[in-house]
């Protein structure tokens, strides 16, 4: 089956790095602010389409989520971001994982849902290092589970779908690969990924 797989497509969040990051900023938020994470979460979702597929700039999201919080946005920014800061984690195993697949000479890429200041940081902090494509979803103005930027990748990387493996954490980005003949593994834990991908390598 190996001559099969010419790329190997990850996500980002729940898979390289740590899930909970969210959690976290949500809760860090409404600690300074004094406001229900829920709420944190709520009004975040009211935005998150438009920031992570690059319709709304950093600047006019936090502007707006401060003004949704009823709290200043300079302020927001920074409790923000120094919360991504010092919670973000990387899953050591999966690039352990990483390690061994790029020895192999698979193409590696990165599919990824994502705001600018988090890929920003992420690419500073060298998180993107192990992949030779990243596809981060700001860019391309489309967010998983859109076909549209499975194709994308597919097109950018010249290779059909039956020679792609994607791993992602959510079902139903899972779901849309598959539909579109890309071939999937649905990452629920490290241990079990590692047994999972060694059936295509």
Same mark, same amino acid.
């Given at each position: 089956?190996?001559?099969?797989?010419? /790329?190997? =497509?990850?996500?980002?969040?729940?898979?390289?790095?740590?899930?909970?990051?969210?959690?976290?900023? $949500?809760? /860090? =938020?409404? &600690?300074?602010?004094?406001?229900?994470?829920?709420?944190? !979460?709520?009004?975040? %979702?009211?935005?998150?389409?438009?920031?992570?597929?690059?319709?709304?700039?950093? &600047?006019?999201?936090?502007?707006?989520?401060?003004?949704?919080?009823?709290?200043?946005?300079?302020?927001? +920014?920074? =409790?923000?971001?120094?919360?991504? /800061? &010092? @919670?973000?984690?990387?899953?050591? #195993?999966?690039?352990?994982?990483?390690? #061994?697949? *790029?020895?192999?000479? $698979?193409?590696?890429?990165?599919?990824?849902? +994502?705001?600018?200041?988090?890929? +920003?940081?992420?690419?500073?902090? @060298?998180?993107?290092?192990?992949?030779?494509?990243?596809?981060?979803? %700001?860019?391309?103005?489309? *967010?998983?589970?859109?076909? #549209?930027?499975?194709?994308? =990748?597919? %097109?950018?990387?010249?290779?059909?779908?039956?020679?792609?493996?994607?791993?992602?954490? %959510?079902?139903?980005?899972? /779901?849309?690969?598959? &539909?579109?003949?890309? !071939?999937?593994?649905?990452? +629920?834990?490290?241990?079990?990924?590692? *047994?999972?991908? *060694?059936?295509?390598?």
């Amino acid at each position: 089956m190996s001559i099969l797989i010419k /790329a190997i =497509v990850f996500d980002f969040g729940g898979v390289v790095r740590k899930p909970g990051i969210m959690k976290h900023i $949500y809760t /860090a =938020v409404g &600690k300074k602010y004094g406001i229900d994470r829920q709420i944190v !979460r709520m009004q975040f %979702h009211k935005l998150e389409q438009p920031v992570i597929t690059g319709k709304i700039s950093m &600047k006019q999201f936090w502007l707006r989520l401060g003004e949704l919080l009823g709290v200043e946005w300079k302020g927001l +920014e920074r =409790v923000w971001i120094r919360t991504y /800061a &010092k @919670g973000v984690g990387m899953n050591k #195993r999966v690039l352990q994982i990483l390690g #061994r697949i *790029k020895k192999k000479g $698979y193409n590696l890429s990165l599919l990824s849902n +994502e705001i600018p200041s988090h890929a +920003e940081f992420n690419e500073r902090h @060298g998180y993107y290092k192990s992949f030779q494509n990243v596809f981060l979803s %700001h860019s391309v103005g489309l *967010k998983k589970p859109d076909r #549209r930027i499975f194709i994308h =990748v597919l %097109h950018k990387l010249k290779i059909k779908p039956a020679d792609c493996l994607f791993i992602d954490d %959510h079902v139903e980005n899972i /779901a849309t690969a598959e &539909k579109l003949g890309i !071939r999937s593994i649905l990452f +629920e834990n490290t241990s079990k990924f590692e *047994k999972d991908i *060694k059936n295509y390598l």
